[in-house]
């Protein structure tokens, strides 16, 4: 399976969790791009600021953690869901966080469309999450 989607962003404010997923990613070979952001607000800016929303660069998935300083994956996921429904259709955002609380997932159940998985990140959820969201396994 080599680069069955062009490009997966990590939003995560802890660099090893970062890391880890980055080489999952890679050892996968699922994406032919992936970037990591510390700040979510920074990785919205950079996707989809600057009236860059209708932009070719946006990528196929977003993984975003709930828990941030500034912020938060909630607060990212509020904005995404202000852009234009033509840009949300071009990318699947996904929940990576360590919470399982129900409040949380209450929360993003709110929002149509995004998956919530539970760190850690593994081969077998991502593979899952590819054959739901892409029909690719």
């Not at 828990?67 to 955002?93: I, N």
């Not at 966080?97 to 149509?112: I, K, L, N």
């Not at 054959?131 to 396994?137: G, I, T, W």
């Amino acid at each position: 399976m080599s680069g069955s989607l062009n490009h997966i962003v990590l939003v995560d404010d802890n660099e090893t969790t970062s890391f880890l997923n980055n080489r999952l990613l890679g050892r996968l070979a699922v994406a032919e791009q992936v970037t990591t952001y510390t700040r979510a607000d920074e990785a919205f800016a950079q996707l989809w600021g600057a009236g860059e929303a209708g932009g070719a660069q946006a990528p196929d998935l977003v993984f975003v953690d709930l828990k941030m300083p500034g912020v938060s994956g909630f607060e990212f996921l509020k904005m995404y869901s202000h852009l234009p429904q033509p840009v949300q259709d071009r990318t699947v955002m996904a929940v990576l966080t360590t919470s399982m609380h129900q409040a949380d997932t209450a929360r993003v159940a709110e929002f149509p469309n995004v998956e919530y998985l539970t760190k850690p990140l593994t081969e077998e959820k991502m593979l899952k999450l590819l054959e739901k969201r892409f029909q690719q396994a």
